[in-house]
Nanobody, 116 residues
Framework: QVQLVESGGGLVQPGGSLRLSCAFS????????MGWYRQAPGKQREFVAS???????NYADSVKGRFTISRDNAKKTVYLQMNSLKPEDTAVYYC??????????WGQGTQVTVSS
């Protein structure tokens, strides 16, 4: 049974930075393509970034050049470094398997609020 726990969110001013973490409990973490997603109020959950087992990355156009996804297989953790944050980045952020793959149960997410 896979469990995902996201953390690291908070309130930040426009232009600021945050680093999110996603702790994976279960086995075979290193074999999974992982992804970050976000859901803003009143909107559907959307893809943000993904990373393959060999650390090939992919990003949504809206975050390309500002966000960086990484993983530490020894710690079974996926990270999302977010720089140059904008108000439109405000959302609850979740991790799960990469897009177009069967998803595990979603965690509680971590709230990111970008506001002055």
């Amino acid at each position: 049974q896979v469990q995902l726990v996201e953390s690291g969110g908070g309130l930040v001013q426009p232009g600021g930075s945050l680093r999110l973490s996603c702790a994976f409990s279960g086995s075979l973490f290193s074999t999974y393509k992982m992804g970050w997603y976000r859901q803003a109020p009143g909107k559907q959950r959307e893809f943000v970034a993904s990373i393959t087992p060999t650390s090939v990355t992919n990003y949504a156009d809206s975050v390309k050049g500002r966000f960086t996804i990484s993983r530490d297989n020894a710690k079974k953790t996926v990270y999302l470094q977010m720089n140059s944050l904008k108000p439109e980045d405000t959302a609850v952020y979740y991790c799960n398997r990469g897009p177009l793959l069967p998803q595990w149960d979603w965690g509680q997410g971590t709230q990111v609020t970008v506001s002055s």
